[in-house]
């Protein structure tokens, strides 16, 4: 470990306990939840700057996208709050798998860097595959939770009644699991391609491919035309991840998670009760568990394309 890994360590664990902190005191963590962020920020500033300011990103997003229009979703679904407080499961939910590629990365490629495939002076091949797996897997996982997030923070606002992605003729309650809007699917993308777009351009040496030559050797900035494709390249991912990850989720919303209405409030309900209604899904999974799932499925996917995708 060098000693600029030490200071990203040290500085990460401040920020860290920073945004935890501030999350538990807004009310837009509970304490699990707080520990919880602290521990994966945490771990994620530890293996690169990018990779924490991805997650840091995709947290801040989605904790303000859930105070947009608060007292209406509070009108339309059970348990919404201002803060959107979430807990230790939701936490590592969105975001456990990506730590997890972030530290593989970390441990088997080295150190952060630009997308190599191929190999360079100091990686092997296969080190560079497995560390540009893990990258995109990273980009997927979280462009996956931003699009998923921001869907149905703002999706659930639409003017219009969202369809169920499995019967698009029939209109459901907004908030109903598997239900989607054009509102919602432009959200879920410019989620995920923004997730995308900052793992670009904060990649080790991107900026730096912008100052005075002097200051390029120093520090250690890579070529403009590498610079563009990192950020093409994973905004690109980002997007397939935030989008093509969304419809995943509403498609397992809709079949293995249940979805009841309240008759009497007019809301939808987290779990049945004696005045609700199941309106869709079969109870399966959880919602932390379909997220889980879709999650996995976007990284796992991003991983396996990796090698196909940088040569193409």
């Known amino acids: 470990m060098t000693a600029t890994d030490i200071l990203r360590t040290f500085l990460g664990v401040l920020l860290a ?22 521990l994966v920020a945490s771990l994620s500033l530890a293996t690169s700057w990018r990779n924490g ?9 989605s904790s303000k996208l859930t105070r947009v229009g608060s007292n209406r979703k509070g009108k339309l679904e059970e348990g919404a709050t201002e803060g959107g407080e979430r807990g230790a499961m939701q936490v590592f939910a ?13 441990i088997f490629a080295g150190s952060d860097g630009p997308l190599l495939l191929g190999g360079s002076a100091t990686t092997s091949p296969g080190a560079a595959l497995l560390g540009d797996r893990m990258t995109l897997a990273y980009v ?16 659930v606002l639409s003017k219009s009644l969202p369809r169920l ?17 054009l509102v919602g699917l432009g ?8 997730m995308g777009s900052l793992h670009g351009i904060f990649v080790p040496g991107g900026i730096a491919s912008f100052l005075p030559f002097n200051w390029q050797s120093v520090l250690s900035a890579i070529s403009l035309s590498q610079f ?17 990850g969304s419809l995943v989720d509403s498609l397992l919303g809709a079949t293995v998670q249940a979805t009841f209405y309240d008759e009497e409030t007019k809301k939808i309900a987290k779990r049945p ?24 499925i976007s990284a796992l996917v991003a991983a396996l394309v990796a090698q196909p995708l940088l040569n193409w």
């Not at 306990?17 to 963590?29: A, D, T």
């Not at 996982?141 to 931003?146: G, L, N």
């Open 17 to 38: 306990k920073n945004i935890s902190s501030s999350g538990l005191k807004k009310g837009s963590l509970s304490q699990s939840g707080a520990l919880s962020a602290f």
């Open 53 to 61: 300011i991805t997650l840091l990103a995709f947290y801040l997003t």
């Open 94 to 106: 969105c975001s456990l798998i990506g730590v997890i590629c972030a530290s593989m990365r970390r």
């Open 140 to 155: 997927a996982f979280f462009s996956c939770c931003a699009g998923d997030t921001w869907a149905s923070e703002l999706g």
């Open 165 to 181: 992605i499995i019967k698009p003729w029939k209109k459901v309650p907004p908030g109903t699991n598997g239900g989607i809007s």
């Open 187 to 194: 959200a879920s993308a410019a989620g995920g391609m923004l």
């Open 228 to 244: 563009r494709r990192e950020v093409l390249v994973l905004t690109f991912v980002g997007f397939v991840g935030g989008f093509g």
């Open 273 to 296: 009760g004696p005045t609700t209604t199941k309106v869709g899904g079969c109870g399966f999974l959880s919602n932390e568990m379909v997220n889980v799932v879709s999650t996995a």
